[in-house]
């Protein structure tokens, strides 16, 4: 039975990770239609029918590349790195519940805590190991980032966290049935989208691939499939931020419909803050974690855990 398991298991787990890279395909499209359109231009329109089939001509593309190996670089590490890259983000995925109970687990809040924060070290060894002093600024700045905004996210998470009581992704379908928690959290929840938003590299806060300075940053010295290795994990995380952003404040229930409209909506927000934002100075992003974020969501933790204590007291006497 165990082995029965085990096998339904690895096959929904092996169609997930299929969907999800398909869905990435055509979040690549979806982004360069509506910049297209911010620009006053039409996008890719010319390979099938309004350009349906051009990413997965650049999948083709890029596959069909030669691989370049830079002759200094630390090669074991540098192949590796995309491949960990990937996994971690689609090891994501996971976490999510399923009908028929795939891995859903009572702990998946801390799973995705505990994969997201492992990302790092793909980036920063891509970055080290290529051998080159752009990929290793550029390794070094997106890795300092990422740690900063994970402190802050963490925080507004646990405000989530003590009104629910729990530490499932199901749990916050369960408690927004009534009111979307986007109207209690209103503040924190434009924190957490904006810290998503700098968690991934996206603009307004790329300065992993500042391409005025940086050459394109931690994967400069990358070509052909691992380049689209280390391309498919940024766009699958992005995904996975959207997906759980729209069930921990918008009251997204998986197993509805309306679960794909708000997913759209927030994968949108996400392509029209890049068409629409300039970058970042990156000492003000540093602040912003350290000096705005950091003691805002404090404060807020605070005034959470009070409530909870209060409407806990209130409700045993």
Not at 100 to 113: A, D, Q, Y
Not at 210 to 233: I, R, W
Not at 247 to 271: E, N, P, R, T, Y
Not at 282 to 300: E, I, N, T
């Amino acid at each position: 039975m165990l082995f029965v398991d085990f096998i339904l298991m690895f096959i929904s787990s092996l169609i997930l990770f299929i969907c999800v890279l398909v869905a990435v395909a055509f979040f690549t499209l979806m982004e360069r239609k509506v910049l297209g359109y911010i620009h006053i231009r039409k996008g890719p329109n010319k390979l099938g029918l309004v350009g349906l089939f051009q990413p997965f001509s650049d999948a083709f593309k890029l596959f069909s590349k030669e691989q370049l190996y830079p002759l200094l670089s630390n090669l074991v590490l540098y192949m590796i790195s995309p491949v960990v890259s990937l996994f971690l983000s689609l090891l994501l995925w996971v976490s999510l519940p399923f009908i028929s109970m795939n891995l859903s687990f009572n702990l998946s809040v801390l799973f995705f805590l505990s994969v997201s924060s492992l990302s790092v070290y793909s980036v920063m060894l891509a970055g080290w190991s290529s051998n080159s002093n752009y990929a290793m600024l550029g390794s070094m700045r997106s890795v300092a980032q990422t740690i900063s905004y994970e402190v802050s996210m963490v925080l507004i998470l646990m405000s989530f966290l003590f009104l629910i009581l729990g530490y499932s992704i199901e749990d916050f379908m369960k408690y927004q049935e009534n009111i979307w928690f986007f109207f209690l959290f209103f503040p924190l929840s434009l924190m957490w989208f904006i810290s998503s938003l700098a968690e991934t590299n996206r603009s307004p806060f790329d300065f992993a691939e500042g391409e005025s300075e940086l050459v394109s940053g931690f994967n400069v010295e990358y070509s052909s499939g691992m380049f689209a290795m280390l391309f498919l994990a940024e766009y699958s995380s992005i995904l996975f931020m959207s997906v759980f952003c729209s069930i921990m404040f918008l009251g997204a229930d998986l197993f509805k419909m309306s679960f794909f409209i708000k997913l759209v909506f927030m994968v949108f927000l996400w392509v029209w803050v890049r068409g629409t934002l300039p970058r970042y100075r990156y000492d003000k992003l540093m602040y912003l974690a350290w000096k705005s974020y950091l003691p805002v969501s404090l404060g807020f933790l605070m005034f959470y855990l009070g409530l909870m204590m209060f409407l806990n007291l209130g409700f045993y006497y």
